[in-house]
């Protein structure tokens, strides 16, 4: 069978043979299939669906395009941390320093932006001087040295992954379960940290917008994870709201700084502690332990001094005054008194990109200073003319009256007070 014909009958439903997923993977890899038919098939793929046959497959398959590292191997306590993606998701960089503070060593193979959130290679690309490529000897040294390595997938590492998850991007295939369980947990995997902990976002601004879907696909990666012998903890989380107040990169890694220093934003912070508590219990520590440790680090100043140590080691600056500034700010009141009944936060992602701090193409230059800043959350009361949101304008050529217009449109104002939904909707097992 062809591959054209292999495209065809993922799009009439049917499924695919070993076979073809290999085919498929590989093609990702050497070439022999072109892009065009690549992103036609991850549109066949989004739309139809995969068999958990099929999902387990295109897993194994990514996973052995290229090198595994097994850091387990060398260095069995290293926990790693993935999140479905969020809007205003800064968990990454205030989990890693907790972590390392606390003496629990963290490496995590991050990832640019999808879609509409902004990924946490892009944010530590504001840091000046931040190198994220790194191999396995380099990657045990960060572990070693700072206690925690962030670095990019490398050329060797699930290959034909970083083909697919740059055309799901531009071609509208990033909510599909089977690909994105394929393409987290081959990476994963490949690095082989021995506890993993998953971060499963429901709700308006995540690609799985329900409960039953987030807990579909948590149950998914965690199952995937637990088969291939790593300690795996796997919440749901709310996203019907932007997570922290900053979207966009430089502006998310000063959020960061500002949860590491003992302030910053209430829900920021609450999802980053429960995140490194789950993480430290599966590595032995007592719940109510691991909770009075990081107040500690937090309170003491240990976070923060381990966030700097682990920037150094990582080639970069950790004065914040070195992060870029936006290079204007337009405020968008509200229009009404209320209270805000809904915070889109999609759409609030999106204008955070077109503003300059995603790409629309695979090309497109990040502009740091860009994003958006968030004032009201849900629940809150509003007065006419109070500061909903922030657009912050970089490099990037835009049109501000039409973003601006687009945030206010993101918020909706009621009349009645509105309860907020909870943020840690929990385990997949209660979710």
């Given amino acids: ?186 990476k994963k995997l490949a690095l082989g940290a021995g506890t993993l902990i998953l971060d499963v976002k429901c709700g308006s601004g995540a690609f799985r917008k329900t409960v039953a879907d987030a807990r579909e696909l948590a149950a998914a990666l965690r199952g995937v994870a637990v088969a291939a012998g790593v300690r795996c903890r796997a919440l749901v989380t709310d996203m019907n709201q932007p997570l922290g107040p900053a979207l966009g990169t430089a502006c998310e890694v000063r959020e960061a700084l500002a949860v590491l220093r003992g302030g910053g934003d209430p829900l920021l912070r609450q999802a980053s502690l429960r995140l490194c508590r789950e993480a430290m219990v599966l590595r032995g520590w007592d719940a109510g332990d691991a909770g009075a440790a990081l107040e500690a680090v937090i309170g003491n100043g240990s976070a923060a001094a381990a966030w700097d140590r682990i920037v150094r080691a990582h080639g970069g600056d950790p004065d914040p005054a070195r992060l870029a500034r936006p290079l204007a700010e337009i405020t968008v009141p509200a229009a009404a008194a209320g209270f805000v009944a809904a915070c889109e936060a999609e759409e609030l992602g999106r204008v955070a990109v077109a503003a300059g701090a995603g790409r629309q193409r695979v090309e497109d230059e990040l502009a740091h200073g860009a994003g958006v800043c968030v004032h009201a959350r849900l629940g809150d009361r509003v007065e006419r003319g109070q500061p909903l949101a922030t657009l912050l304008v970089g490099e990037r050529a835009i049109d501000r009256e039409s973003l601006a217009e687009r945030l206010r449109a993101a918020f909706t104002i009621g009349s009645e007070p509105v309860d907020p939904p909870p943020l840690v909707v929990g385990t997949v097992d209660e979710a």
């Fill in 1 to 186: 069978m062809s591959f054209v014909e292999a495209i065809a009958a993922k799009r009439d439903g049917k499924a695919l043979d070993r076979a073809q997923v290999r085919a498929f993977v590989r093609g990702a890899v050497d070439g022999s299939v072109p892009r065009e038919q690549l992103a036609a098939m991850l549109m066949a793929i989004c739309w139809r669906g995969m068999s958990a046959d099929e999902t387990h497959w295109l897993t194994e398959e990514m996973l052995h395009s290229g090198e595994v590292w097994d850091l387990a191997g060398d260095r069995p306590d290293v926990v790693d941390k993935h999140s479905t993606g969020g809007v205003g998701d800064t968990v990454s960089l205030v989990l890693a320093p907790l972590l390392a503070a606390v003496g629990v060593p963290v490496a995590m193979m991050a990832g640019r932006g999808l879609g509409h959130t902004q990924g946490t290679l892009d944010k530590l690309a504001a840091i000046p001087g931040w190198e994220s490529r790194r191999d396995r000897r380099q990657t045990l040294d960060l572990i070693d040295g700072c206690g925690a390595a962030i670095i990019a997938q490398t050329v060797g590492i699930a290959p034909a992954d970083r083909t697919l998850y740059a055309l799901r991007d531009i071609v509208a295939a990033v909510p599909s379960l089977p690909l994105i369980v394929g393409s987290i947990m081959s």
